[in-house]
Structures are given as structure tokens and as C-alpha cells.
């Protein structure tokens, strides 16, 4: 029953990133800010939301972000590292978890909430690993540093069937080659978010996302 579950979890989490083809990923010293870019990425069309654990008061953020934006939007924390990590993202609701790197345990426990997982990994052996464990997809990270769309294009060749979602060093002007290269999704950070989360220029946020989101719109 918990496997048909996640399953299920897992199946409409990647049809609602596969509408969207962008996560937005939030972290500062502090969460002030995490609401209003949230609603600027989503009045751009970008509506899936990492808020990072490594932020503190992430939690609460998302809850105010998925109060705030509806259900139209997906809110997930990122980070996640442990088991505990797990419970107390499942205590908050959140819409879905993303991990830096491979854990059993921690895809386990989330499995036994049924939440879908974005799970780090960068190796061909992590990859199939975390998708074999229950991953909803998988990310690549950090793909910039190791190699870029070349990287991504030599991995997903052998596991064609596992949805990839390359993160960590990717410029805005380089989504496009990732898409086409055929990522799932693209994981983006300060290249798209700035310094909004600092207190920077919204205005300037709504410009990149919108961008983003009609170039991603081209692969959907």
C-alpha cells in the first residue's frame, strides 16, 4: 500500500514539474524575503519552489508560501539530509522534499509518507540507486562543475527511462541547451533569483522569470 502510494505521489509530482520545467530554488541567511519572490516567481509562470533547510525558519516560509500562492503552486523543501529532516518536513506538509545527495534512509522515510523525492545524485551508480529507491526524479548536482550539458548528455544515454533534472552552476543562457539535451526539469538558483532573497530588485526577478518560464515553456 505505501509503495502504490508513493507512486501515485510520485506520477502526479512529475506531471505537475513537467508543466513547469523549473525549480526555483530559495536560500538566504533568512527567510524576510521568501514570500514575495515566491509570488513574483509564480505570477511569472515558475510554480515550483524549493525553499533550502539550510535557511532558517524554512519551514514556516513554505507554509506561508503555500498558503499564500494556492495549490496552483508546489512548495518543497531543499536540503534535506536526514530522517529527522524528513519528519519534520512531513509535520509541516510540505509538497515535496530535495536532497543534495543519495541517502536509502532518508528516501525510505519519505516513502513512508508518501512525499515525493528530488534526489541528489551525480554518478550513473547514485542515479539508478536513488531511482530504484523511489525518487520521484532525479537531480544531477552539482552538473555544472562536472561537466555541464556534455555531462548530462553521457549520463542520461545508459538510463534513458530516469527523469534527470540537472542543478548546481547553471547559467540562465545555458537552460535551453539542458532542455534540449532532454532534462526533465532544470533546478535554478542565483542565476534566476539574484539577490531578491536579500531584499534585491523584484522587478528584475519578474523580468528573468518570466524569460525562464517562456523558454521553458518550449519543451513542454
Known amino acids: 500500500m505505501i509503495r502504490a502510494t508513493l507512486k501515485k505521489h510520485n506520477i502526479r509530482f512529475r506531471e505537475r514539474l513537467a508543466a513547469s520545467k523549473v525549480i526555483a530554488i530559495l536560500r538566504a541567511e533568512d527567510t524576510e524575503y521568501f514570500a514575495d519572490v515566491a509570488q513574483v516567481l509564480y505570477d511569472s509562470g515558475i510554480r515550483v519552489i524549493e525553499a533550502a533547510l539550510t535557511t532558517p525558519g524554512a519551514l514556516d516560509a513554505i507554509t506561508q508560501m503555500q498558503v499564500e ?44 509518507y508518501g512525499l515525493p523525492v528530488v534526489c541528489g545524485a551525480l554518478t550513473p551508480t547514485e542515479i539508478e540507486a536513488a531511482w530504484r529507491r523511489g525518487a520521484a526524479v532525479v537531480k544531477v548536482f552539482p552538473v555544472g562543475p ?75
Do not use: N
Open 69 to 112: 500562492l494556492g495549490q496552483d503552486a508546489l512548495v518543497g523543501a531543499g536540503s534535506v539530509r536526514t530522517v529527522s529532516d524528513v519528519d519534520s518536513c512531513a509535520a509541516t506538509g510540505v509538497d515535496f522534499l530535495v536532497t543534495a545527495t543519495f541517502s536509502a534512509e532518508v528516501l525510505d522515510r519519505a516513502q513512508q
Open 146 to 220: 562536472s561537466g555541464g550539458v556534455g555531462y548530462l548528455r553521457a549520463v542520461r544515454a545508459p538510463l534513458p527511462e530516469i527523469p534527470l533534472v540537472p542543478a548546481g552552476g547553471i547559467a540562465m543562457g545555458e537552460v535551453e541547451a539542458y532542455l534540449g539535451a532532454g532534462a526533465f526539469a532544470v533546478g535554478a538558483a542565483t542565476p534566476l533569483i539574484g539577490d531578491s532573497v536579500c531584499g534585491g530588485r523584484l522587478d528584475e526577478l519578474a523580468e528573468r522569470a518570466s524569460q525562464l518560464a517562456a523558454l521553458a515553456g518550449k519543451f513542454v
